[in-house]
Nanobody, 114 residues
Framework: QVELVESGGGLVQPGGSLRLSCEVS????????MRWYRQYPGSRRDLVAL??????KEYADSVQGRFTISRDNPKTMYLQMNSLKREDTAIYYC?????????WGQGTQVTVSS
């Protein structure tokens, strides 16, 4: 079955950096675009960044200039997070969208604290 697995989360100090990865396995093809979402306790899941199959990128205003979304193959996506703030603390989710379905990972915890 299709599986999306996030990794790279952890505890960092304010101003530090983390690099999240999303690995896709299983019978998934023709991914149109992939997205990173994050969810705060008691809140809905919000879009952080998006990258299309053609390489177009979009970012939420709150992370613009600090986060960079990228990919090195159609089934691997990264989120480089620099200058991290306490308000970046959340569970980060990988999302892959095809013409047929939308897939989600289980999430990885990012905690920014001193």
């Amino acid at each position: 079955q299709v599986e999306l697995v996030e990794s790279g989360g952890g505890l960092v100090q304010p101003g530090g950096s983390l690099r999240l990865s999303c690995e896709v396995s299983g019978s998934i093809y023709s991914i149109n675009y992939m997205r990173w979402y994050r969810q705060y306790p008691g809140s809905r899941r919000d879009l952080v960044a998006l990258i299309t199959k053609g390489g177009t990128k979009e970012y939420a205003d709150s992370v613009q200039g600090r986060f960079t979304i990228s990919r090195d193959n159609p089934k691997t996506m990264y989120l480089q997070m620099n200058s991290l703030k306490r308000e970046d603390t959340a569970i980060y989710y990988c999302n892959a969208v095809t013409v047929e379905k939308t897939y989600w990972g289980q999430g990885t915890q990012v905690t920014v604290s001193s």
